[in-house]
């Protein structure tokens, strides 16, 4: 997508539009450009940490989805990857943190931990995020792999696409959610047909 | 560990104190163990410390044990609760425990802190996880859990589950509550000083959340311009009650929590759980089954050792190597993906062997790793450790004495780092490691890049060890056919009713009960779990002995008098995990 406005491209006569032209609602523009420049907030609790690291560095490289540029300053990013357990002493920080956040703001909560306390079922854990703040995406696993924490920023990223949010707060509702994400689950069905699986006994 | 020393221990402490000052107790990991009175710990304590032949100069862990729902104990004195002193001697290169009954509700010792530095916080932990009081202690207050909390959760009678207790919310007012009593408030950390000669010192708060801190981790440095006169660290931030864990889990469950410890080298804290529960149990443990063990161990040890390297010289400016390191752990996990099928927690030690047998075809992963890495590892010396900025800043940076180490805690490479060849990998060998051929690296200065070069050399050492298990793969079972090894091989249950009918159940083994404690050399340092069971399918207690709590601590000593850029600089050099130190 190449805007051009510039006077002398245009052809002599002025009659016919010009070929570079593009005609699009700002508000899409804008829903293009969030997807494709989530900026994610520099921000570990536990494990899940590491292997976020890990969709960051070589090999993963997360840059190919416009995604890398890591904020430490939870003012300049507007995607929190919850990345490890919520323990009860740290909860009241991470909703501090993701107060700071300016909207539009999204959450992924990354591995079972964040998800639902996952194995962690004892005193000092929140049984999930979500007991503190709205979760966008979740993405399973303990931890998730890197590509598990990839198809979860293109699921958010599908997501953003189709949601308008209104440009400032001052038009409207900051927070204003788009349709409900579709439950992987379901979609993935299919594994729990498979029946041949592969021999782990061979490298 | 020698019998004589021990009952030699024993003469020493009876001619001191006086015959039945201290009662030994057998215990089955052979660690000579003493029951001494509250009124005499402190003198015994000392004694050993200085007073005998061959000293037990450090401090390796204090900890204690709720007795109150124990049956099995009837060689021991009665107690509500029992404190557990464990030391260290160098020069016997043997262990100590003592021992301490104290009865009632909210019992009490006298503070150890003026005899080891580094009692101070592990007599807070005692005090917030049991409510035993560390009379004269400082600055006795909670560690782990928020101020706020009300109980103390290796009680007994604490709700173990979350699911149990109500469920955890946060309304506005509580939001502002529990930050505000973040704030700090320096007399509520013991410091009353006012200085007489009109200079002010400014209090920075740096963390929980901070890019520099490696996790949830918070500490408050007081300056004097740029310059570090005091830091306090907070941390519980990752208390993840992993030692309340152990007593709900049963033995072979509990497995994969040991995994989420030191979360970057889980083997390394399932080697020696997997090592105490074997003790406790009598088990052998096959040869093949050895081996596996020391070669997916170190593997991990050079993983973790390269997330180490990466982040280190991140801290220092290098924005380069983190990307490289990070690629060639990838390729440490593609065979560890192999052999286990899970990546940063593979769970693959078992009571009694490992979970399956090697994949075909793991040598040539292996070999490929072992041919790739030496080059890779020739260029970060280059590109990290020869660099002149690097030198610059760590160099004479957050030196630690060897004595000052001992008194703190330090192990692992940060006190090899300060001269003394300490690692249980061969003072102690377990699982084989006497029969390997490699080098324990040291270094004489004790600062920050010292500790660097330590690692570095000991990523070498590791990549030694694993060619040998290479060549040497003894062939055989990986797992034991004792009765308790979980779960039992598949030939076994094919051939014996028991084993069937302890495969089907969901219990698990019964470990007979007793008390042992198996250390060893992780990652990051020693490493042990103390287990005392009851006779049960699950543990009665899990003590977790990390060395990130102890790194931690030493903190401050460390960064006294160096600038606030060079804070960020020793902490990247002391490679610490939150997981390991909050467990
Ligand atoms: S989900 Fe698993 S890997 Fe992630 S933080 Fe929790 S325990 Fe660690």
Redesign the interface.
Known sequence: MRLNTNETDRPAGGEAPPRNFLITKLEDMVAWGRKNSLWPLNFGLSCCYIEMAASITSRHDIARFGSEVLRSSPREADLMIVAGTVFVKVAPMVKRVYEQMMAPKWVISMGSCANSGGMYDIYSVVQGVDSILPVDVYVPGCPPRPEALTEGLILLQKRIAAERKPLTWITGEAEARGKELPVMREQKGWRKEATTLREPDEA | MSIAAASNILEDLASRFGEGAVTPEPTLDSVPTFWTPKENVLEVLEFLKTGVEGPYRMLYDLTAIDERTRRKRQDQPGSDFTVVYHLLSFDRNEDLRIKVALKGESPSIPSATGVWSSANWYERELWDMFGVRADGHPNLRRI???QSWEGH?LRKD??????E?E????PLE??VR??TA?RFVPREWGIYRTEGNGTEFMFLNMG????GTH??FRIILELDGEEIVNAFPDI??????AE??GERQTWHTYI??TD?ID??AGPLNNFPYVLAVERLAGIEVPERARVARVMFAELFRIASHL?WYGTFAQDLGQLTP???T??D??RAYSIIE??S?F???PAWFRIGGVQ??L????E??VKDFIEYLPPRLMEYEKLVMDNAIVKARTRGIGTLTLDQAIDWGVTGPNLRACGIEWDFRKKRPYSGYDRFEFDIPTAGEGDSYARALVRVEEMRQSLRIIEQCLDNMPSGPYKSDHPLATPPRKERTMRDMETLIAILSVLGPVVPAGEAAVGTEAAKGNNTYYLVSDGDASSYRTRIRTPSFPHLQALPLMCKGFEIADHIAIMGSIDFV??DVDR
């Open positions: 782990l859990m928020p959760p604490h709700p173990a589950r979350r699911t207790m469920r955890y919310t946060l509580k939001e529990e930050e973040l929980p959340h901070h890019p996790g949830i519980g931030y990752h208390h993840r009650g309340k864990m994969p929590y989420r979360y970057l997330v983190v990307f490289l990070f690629n752990r990838e192999a052999v099928g990546r940063m927690h399956s047998d994949p075909k075809g793991w040539k992963l939150m997981g």
